[in-house]
């Protein structure tokens, strides 16, 4: 790893009370799963503020006790170590993004996602895709390493877990940079709106960024943003929905790998 992306490291999955609590400061690639819309955004939104009621079920379990095994695989056949590591983007401190495995090849960035699938898969899901996307700007990777493994009743359908290369797609990343800044402005509309305008806060209907990152309605949002929070933590982070998760996280221990 290089020290520029040390340098960006906030968290480690290995203390997950600690990596809870800096993923409730940002947008994840979780987050950005489902952004599609300006209607995905407001449920992005309410999901970040109040929990989807999801905590896991027997096929999440089953992929968090694969996920050791399928990453010595990779490790072993291409070389990209595994990775508990959450890490910020260079110009972004709250797009944050905790990819399965990590490799630096000359001056290149390669990354690795692991899943696992009860369905045979002919092309990467496009949510799973938009968490590759995302992992690849924020860590400024040039392509990641997609892996799969498909079961039946938890039992492994085949020898060896399937794999594909995705390279990076800057204009798919821009779209996502555009949405998940959108959806910073959702959260902080939402924790602010009972509080008394200030003169001149009046702010502009906010473009879901379809035009992408340098969209001058999304520019001036993030401007505002980190004015408002002086480049710290979102008035919307650690909210019950986050504090009851890291409650569950201290009464195991604090242990286990990203969710």
Request: net charge neutral; hydrophobic share 40%.
């Amino acid at each position: 790893m290089t020290p520029e992306l040390a340098a960006r490291i906030v968290a480690d999955s290995t203390d997950r009370v600690a990596w809870l609590r800096a993923r409730a400061r940002g947008i994840t690639a979780t987050d950005v799963a489902g952004l599609t819309s300006a209607r995905s955004i407001e449920t992005a939104a309410t999901a970040k503020l109040h929990g989807s009621g999801f905590s896991g079920n027997a096929y999440t379990e089953h992929g968090r006790r694969r996920e050791p095994e399928i990453a010595r695989w990779v490790a072993a056949t291409h070389g990209i170590l595994p990775s508990t590591a959450l890490f910020r983007a260079r110009e972004e401190a709250r797009h944050l993004a905790t990819p399965d495995g990590l490799a630096v090849v000359g001056d290149a960035v390669h990354l690795c996602e692991i899943k696992t699938t009860t369905k045979p898969w002919r092309s990467i899901p496009r949510n799973y895709l938009r968490q590759v996307w995302w992992q690849q700007y924020v860590l400024g990777a040039e392509r990641t390493l997609v892996v799969w493994e498909q079961h039946e009743d938890f039992v492994p359908v085949d020898d060896e877990p399937r794999s594909v290369w995705i390279d990076r797609d800057d204009v798919e990343i821009r779209k996502l940079v555009g949405m998940a800044d959108a959806l910073i402005d959702e959260l902080h509309r939402r924790t602010t709106r009972a509080r008394p305008a200030a003169p001149g806060d009046a702010r502009p209907p906010i473009d879901p960024g379809f035009g992408g990152a340098d969209s001058p309605a999304v520019a001036a949002a993030v401007a505002e943003h980190e004015f408002i929070s002086r480049g710290a933590v979102p008035e919307y982070a650690l909210t019950p929905a986050h504090e009851r998760e890291i409650r569950r996280a201290m009464a195991l221990g604090g242990g286990g790998s990203p969710a």
